[in-house]
């Protein structure tokens, strides 16, 4: 497909204390240009730029998760780079809510395969999430933090404690149906895998 910019993969922005998100499977998630402010905010009077608490969260990239916050240079190691490219028609993520990688219905071609990403949390109680038709919603790969926050005044980035991330998740069907799901706590990675639902991103042909 003709590639029409590529850039980092903003998730969403945090001003006022309340979240802004991003759709990643939409070309606006993807911006050409990596800060860790990439906004200002004006009222009627004026225009400020990096004077309040405001923060932007970014998709990372598989590299391991630092000890200490991130600035200057050793920031873009840890940001996920994206494309925007011209397609013949609309792409959709299928989710199995299982183990297994679900098919593309017949006369659809399959782009990549992932986990179901749900929604997701930062500082306080704000966040969003990705539609669940939107090929935002299947990541190739599953990481437990899958993004990072960035403090425009201080320009750092890191993992902090409060970035929570939400997964569908495999369900055994009808075994499962109307029952209380067992509670579980899952530390090794393949667990946390084997758990979560996997996806498919179709196009039509």
């Known amino acids: 497909m003709p590639l029409l910019w590529s850039g980092y993969s903003l998730l969403y922005l945090?001003?006022?204390e309340r979240a802004y998100t991003q759709d990643l499977g939409q070309a606006g998630s993807c911006l050409k240009i990596f800060s860790t402010m990439p906004f200002s905010y004006c009222n009627s009077a004026s225009c400020k730029y990096a004077s309040r608490n405001d923060k932007s969260y970014w998709l990372t990239t598989n590299r391991p998760v630092p000890m200490m916050p991130v600035a200057g240079g050793e920031i873009?190691?840890?940001i996920s780079r994206c494309v925007v490219c011209e397609a013949p028609g609309?792409?959709?993520?299928l989710h199995s809510q299982d183990s297994s990688v679900p098919s593309c219905p017949s006369g659809w071609q399959g782009?990549?395969?992932g986990y179901s990403f749900l929604m997701h949390t930062g500082s306080g109680d704000e966040g969003g999430g990705q539609s669940l038709t939107s090929p935002g919603s299947c990541l190739k790969d599953f990481r437990t933090q899958p993004f990072v926050e960035c403090q425009g005044p201080r320009g750092t980035c890191h993992y902090f404690a409060n970035i929570y991330s939400f997964w569908l998740t495999r369900v055994s069907y009808p075994e499962e149906l109307g029952e209380a799901p067992p509670t579980q706590t899952l530390k090794a990675a393949d667990q946390?895998?084997?758990r979560t639902s996997r996806c498919h991103v179709c196009m039509k042909r």
């Open 90 to 93: 609309p792409a959709v993520a």
């Open 14 to 16: 945090e001003g006022q």
């Open 111 to 113: 782009l990549w395969i």
């Open 76 to 78: 873009h190691q840890y």
């Open 192 to 194: 946390q895998r084997d």
